[in-house]
């Protein structure tokens, strides 16, 4: 911890004088109000860099999935939790990471998985008539103690051995928790009327066809850039504008919908004050709270450490370090603070963190010259006396890094607890919610790992590029990957639909040494864990936790690429050789260029 405080305390002032920087305006705007990405795969064969990921713009990446999130919560937890609870859980997070966090970037807010915690241990205590909010004030003030461990104890260090195995497993799970929790909200239509249902059903698919719709066209070439550009960032947040205005359309505006609930400004769901009772329990309920506080413990250490991890990943070119143990540290003490307060407690999240980094990248369009021998500098002409061949390439030659976009973006979260802006809330029928779930689910699998070796083995072989990276496996070892990819996730969503499921965080941990201890030793040779999977972020961001991990598999990838590169290096010479024979000889650049083709 005091390393990583020694590392990044140089650069705090430049945290804020950087945020100096046009942008920061686009990106905080987003964050609140505009974009939602899903997570991005670093897969090596099929990498999504930031300038093509999915966006999904909306309200999404702070706003609507806490929205989304405190109705689920709200309906399993006996209205122990809602919307302003959720909402000031995110500015909570906002408030503490910004300004003292070691990894800024970072955003922290209410997740999908610790939704399902928290409405899990509600099932298990309610027979007990343990009250709920003050034994989760335990939980989580008992975690807030192992947090702090974990931050003193270096237990960060583990952090390098986390893979994209992990992380395309997590991030299954956590589409599939989206999918599931749409169609969750769309069976509860039916305490309305029938037809009610059948509306709602009805709202949420076409949520799902206009926010998905947007996204494709907005990455297609279809229409001028600027209508594109509008789709993209605007395309889901309008969506779900008009659909929450449809239901007052001709006949549908006498039809009753479920809509989101509501409190008042600034005040908890419940008649209570903002502090909780947690004293007044008994004692061996406080004590009972500890092993549900491990599994807390568990989930966040992974979910938050993956989260900064993704968003500070290679496609990043950072240049201030990570601080991996002050910010598990940190995330205790917002724990703590949520617990007391009767929040559900913050953690990373997954997609938004590593969306804020790619918002803050700067990019610019530098021509590629695709012939051989052709650059800028070259003869107008190619050796056989045709113009070079270019075209343009969007590379990133910087990431504004600073905090100002993570604090603003939670201030404005904060204006949105206000009386006028939560009665608008308040207007949105719950099939949008569905929807966006659906949305958000969908997007998630699209650009996971998982989904994108599954394409490559379903694919038409002969349509399959020659050079793709996944043909230096043996096909039976992609398929044994990819089946165990799938054995973990349905391991861990299978638990999550029993009453065990608060212990589905021993599954998600138990895969980091499942990767890093078994699959040297199975079916896999060398080389071909290189290629299937992949160290999550570069060393320069590992150094925090001892730097980055050089297994069996990535080391084997190494020396493959060390060999590549001699090999190049031994050709060029060969070539410089030739030219030297060939003009001493009298060959002509035609010649020459034959002979090229030929080699």
């Known amino acids: ?32 109000f505009a974009k939602y990405a899903t997570t991005p795969s670093r897969f090596k064969c099929l990498v999504l860099k930031h300038e093509n990921l999915h966006i999904i713009p909306l309200w999404c990446n702070s706003l609507l999935p806490a929205l989304a999130f405190s109705f689920d919560m709200f309906e399993s937890t006996g209205m122990s939790y809602g919307v302003n609870e959720v909402l000031l859980s995110s500015v909570l997070g906002a408030a503490v990471f910004s300004f003292f966090s070691a990894q800024p970037l970072t955003i922290v807010g209410v997740t999908g998985p610790i939704t399902v915690f928290n409405y899990t241990v509600y099932d298990i205590i309610k027979e007990r008539g343990t009250p709920y909010l003050p034994f989760m004030a335990w939980i989580c003030l008992w975690s807030m103690v192992m947090h702090l461990f974990l931050g003193i104890s270096n237990a960060s260090n583990a952090v390098k051995w986390v893979t994209r195995f992990s992380c395309d497993v997590f991030g299954f799970y956590v589409a599939f928790i989206y999918l599931q929790k749409g169609i969750q909200i769309l069976t509860i239509q039916w305490h309305q009327t029938d037809v009610s249902a059948y509306l709602s059903i009805s709202i949420s698919l076409l949520v799902l066809m206009v926010g998905y719709l947007s996204a494709v066209i907005g990455r297609s070439t279809l229409f001028l850039h600027p209508v594109r550009t509008f789709l993209r960032d605007y395309g889901t947040p309008l969506t779900v504008i008009f659909f929450t205005g449809y239901q007052f359309i001709g006949k549908m505006k006498g039809i009753e919908l479920l809509q989101l609930p509501t409190a008042a400004a600034f005040k908890p769901t419940l008649d209570r004050g903002w502090l909780v009772e947690f004293w007044k329990i008994d004692v061996a309920d406080v004590f009972l709270a500890v092993p549900f506080a491990l599994l807390l413990t568990i989930l966040f250490y992974f979910d938050h450490n993956v989260s900064s991890l993704i968003c500070q990943g290679t496609e990043f070119p950072l240049c201030k370090p990570a601080g991996f143990h002050w910010d598990i540290f940190l995330l205790g003490i917002t724990t703590g603070i949520a617990g007391i307060l009767g929040l559900p407690a913050p953690n990373g999240l997954i997609p938004q963190a590593p969306f804020h980094t790619a918002s803050l990248c700067v990019n610019k369009q530098i021509p590629v010259y695709r012939s051989s021998g052709a650059s800028p500098s070259s003869s107008s002409t190619t050796i056989s006396g045709e113009p070079p061949k270019t075209q343009m390439k969007t590379v990133t030659t910087h990431v504004v890094e600073q905090r100002f976009s993570n604090l603003a973006q939670g201030l404005l979260i904060l204006v949105t607890m206000t009386g006028p802006l939560l009665t608008v809330l308040g ?48 096909l039976k070892a992609v398929w044994a990957f990819v089946a165990l990819e799938l054995f973990s996730f349905g391991a861990t969503f299978a638990i999550t639909q029993t009453i065990a499921a608060v212990g589905f965080p021993v599954i998600i941990l138990a895969l980091i040494p499942l990767r890093k201890e078994a699959f040297e030793r199975w079916w896999f040779q060398a080389g071909e864990l290189g290629v299937l999977d992949q160290p999550t972020a570069s060393p320069f961001t590992l150094e925090s936790v001892g730097g980055a991990w050089g297994g069996p598999g990535e080391k084997a990838e190494e020396e493959e690429e060390e060999g590549e590169k001699e090999r190049e290096e031994e050709e060029e010479v060969v070539e410089e050789e030739e030219d030297e024979r060939s003009e001493m000889g009298g060959e002509n650049g035609v010649e020459r260029g034959e002979k090229r083709k030929s080699q």
């Not at 020694?6 to 100096?20: E, H, T």
């Not at 958000?440 to 072989?461: P, V, W």
């Open 1 to 32: 911890m005091w390393n990583d405080f020694k590392r990044r305390a140089p650069y705090y002032w430049s945290d804020w004088s950087d945020a100096w920087d046009y942008r920061v305006v686009p990106s905080t705007v987003y964050m609140y």
């Open 427 to 474: 207007l949105i029928p719950q099939a949008v919610l569905a929807g966006l779930f659906f949305v958000m689910g969908i997007e998630a699998l699209e650009s996971n790992g998982i989904t994108h070796k599954l394409i490559f083995l379903f694919q038409d072989r002969t349509l399959t590029a020659p050079n793709h990276p996944l043909k230096k496996c043996r």
